[in-house]
């Protein structure tokens, strides 16, 4: 009986499953594995991703080897990694180091998450009403957890972090950027060296960090919260942090309803006030809600919002409006989606080189036109299934399109591109997916000035066309890696055609629904007579320069020379040579030595 065991566990396939948290059921004995016909082994290492693991697999000590491995998908990746492109690499180091070991490899997808990610609100003084519990944060989907220091400027604010005890480890960690720099930090310079050390310390104890901009004060100039907002908007930028809209977008100063700081909280005089005030808010809702009166009846005079009385706060008048309210914010964000029209997206093959999805469309040969070959990402998507035709004459238009690409894969693309002629022209539409995919604008530089290289290796005659601007990402990032595509073409003798002006963002009817993609019937109109446009600026030959008639010279004027001999006039001979003669005007006079 023993032997037909032994030989019966022999038959069995070991499997080893290889996770995270997700197997700590298994491990313990809540949920048991159907064992026929396998026999399972589980190494279970909770909170790790990816990179973790695979320091795990290269350490384990296993009493046999097994048949198979199973690879559970690393999930905590999701917070563990900044981007995608890291986690993809981690995960690549991850399956090599368990195929090295053990060859037979398979992976299961991880479990989607439903639970609530724990977010920490780190910042001063703003914060206190929410840790006072006077303002409730909306909870799902996340968990918020707040640490307030009141009348911290960066410098404290660091040190709090770094002492910080927290039980968990945050899945992600809000800095709402710290404004009593305007006051402690003597200069800008200063304060953003404060900042840069805070962003650190942060990311140094937990990885994935996001920044909110400081509401704007009152009792500051406009000038200097601006100037500190762009330092740390440049060096969140520079370190590879994503900062959300900024907060004087949200409440602009005419829209802060000023009260005075000596009215009463309490008692009759309190509740009398706040009648006062709602029955102005009452006039106004009704100015704006009746119809015009008649002739001759009784009229109240309607103002604009911020035309009434100014208050003079801190010697700076402000007009008194309504309360931002929580409607006037989904506006705002609402405002972030276009109500355009796209059509729907076709199924494209998938590029062997790049992994995402690409097609070349390239016309009929034309003596009489030139060849222009027009690459981009997935606004040349309409183009290239022919929702929008670009009008040909006097070109003949390829296009080449990657949706989804940044510059890397763009140039990969480009690199292995077979076109049957050569271009007389490429237009490059430039790549707005390094918004998202580069964790920096120097990062993104790198990218593009690889990705012209590559191209004008190839076909010489390059231009540029720049990038449709988004709805739903902040407008001060998108003027930074624009004007940096400016300046690295610039550099490198390649014209460059600016585009933002044609796409306001007051005319959400040029974008669709998701606020990236341009909608077929307007926006994608602009973005094909601008393409053409710029084509068209490419050939064009300047007119030659006028010739200009030689201007006669002025005469030269000679001199001859004029030589004048005299006769010769021999000088008087002192008598004695032993005396001194002193000259003086008019006299002379001898001395005897």
């Not at 949920?31 to 026929?36: G, K």
Request: net charge positive; glycine share 4%.
């Amino acid at each position: 009986m023993a032997f037909m065991l032994k030989k019966l566990c022999l038959l069995l396939q070991f499997v080893l499953i290889v996770g995270d948290s997700h197997l700590r059921a298994i491990v313990d004995g809540v949920v048991q594995m159907p064992e026929e016909p396998f026999s399972f082994g589980v190494m279970s290492t909770p909170g790790a991703a990816a990179s973790a693991l695979r320091t795990e697999v290269l350490n384990a000590v296993l009493p046999q080897v097994p048949d198979a491995v199973c690879l559970l998908a690393p999930s905590n990746n999701l917070t563990a990694s900044r981007t995608i492109d890291e986690a993809s690499v981690d995960y690549v180091n991850l399956l090599r180091r368990i195929r090295s070991r053990w060859p037979n490899v398979f992976v299961v997808d991880f479990p989607p998450r439903l639970n609530c990610e724990f977010v920490l609100i780190v910042g001063d003084s703003h914060l206190r009403a929410i840790v006072d519990g006077v303002v409730q944060m909306p909870e799902e989907p996340f968990s918020f957890g707040v640490m307030s220091t009141p009348g911290a400027a960066a410098s404290a604010l660091r040190t709090e972090v770094l002492n910080a005890v927290l039980p968990q480890v945050p899945d992600a960690v809000c800095l709402l950027a710290p404004s009593n720099n305007l006051t402690a930090s003597r200069t800008i310079d200063e304060a953003s060296v404060d900042y840069v050390n805070l962003l650190r310390r942060i990311r140094s104890r937990w990885p994935n960090v996001f920044v909110v901009d400081f509401p704007p004060r009152l009792n500051c100039e406009v000038s200097c919260q601006d100037l500190l907002r762009q330092e740390y908007h440049r060096v969140s930028a520079r370190m590879g942090h994503i900062k959300t809209p900024s907060a004087d977008l949200l409440l602009p100063f005419d829209r802060i309803r000023v009260v005075s700081s000596r009215m009463p909280r309490k008692g009759r005089r309190a509740q009398a006030a706040k009648q006062r005030w709602r029955k102005l808010d009452q006039e106004k809702l009704a100015v704006q809600t009746e119809s015009p009166p008649a002739t001759g009846s009784r009229t109240i005079e309607t103002q604009p919002p911020c035309s009434r009385a100014p208050v003079s706060i801190f010697g700076t008048s402000l007009p008194v409006a309504q309360f931002w309210r929580a409607d006037d914010v989904r506006a705002n964000f609402c405002a972030r989606r276009g109500t355009g029209y796209r059509h729907r997206v076709q199924k494209w093959p998938v590029s062997p080189f790049t992994g995402h999805s690409h097609k070349l469309v390239i016309p009929m040969e034309s003596p009489d036109k030139k060849f222009v070959l027009i690459v981009g990402d997935s606004h040349l998507r309409a183009i290239v299934d022919g929702v929008v035709q670009m009008p040909e004459e006097p070109f003949s238009f390829g296009v080449m399109s990657t949706p989804g690409a940044a510059a890397s894969a763009l140039r990969t693309e480009v690199l292995n591109a077979v076109l049957p002629r050569v271009p007389d022209a490429v237009c490059l539409l430039a790549p707005s997916n390094n918004l998202t995919a580069s964790r920096t604008i120097d990062e993104a530089s790198v990218d593009y000035v690889n990705l012209l290289r590559t191209i004008r290796s190839r076909w010489p005659n390059v231009f540029v066309v720049d990038f449709p601007p988004r709805l739903n990402c902040e407008v001060s990032y998108q003027d930074l890696l624009r004007q940096e595509y400016h300046r690295v073409s610039a550099r490198m003798g390649v014209k460059y055609f600016s585009a933002v002006e044609y796409f306001p963002h007051t005319q959400p009817e040029l974008w669709s629904r998701d606020g990236v993609h341009l909608s077929d019937d307007q926006g994608m109109g602009i973005l094909v007579q601008l393409l053409w446009s710029a084509a068209m600026k490419e050939f064009e030959t300047p007119p030659p320069a006028p010739r200009v008639s030689p201007r006669p010279s002025p005469p030269v004027r000679t001199f001859s020379p004029k030589l004048v001999v005299t006769g010769e006039a021999p000088a008087p001979r002192s008598p004695d040579p032993f005396q001194w003669q002193l000259a003086s005007h008019g006299h002379k006079v001898i001395v005897t030595v």
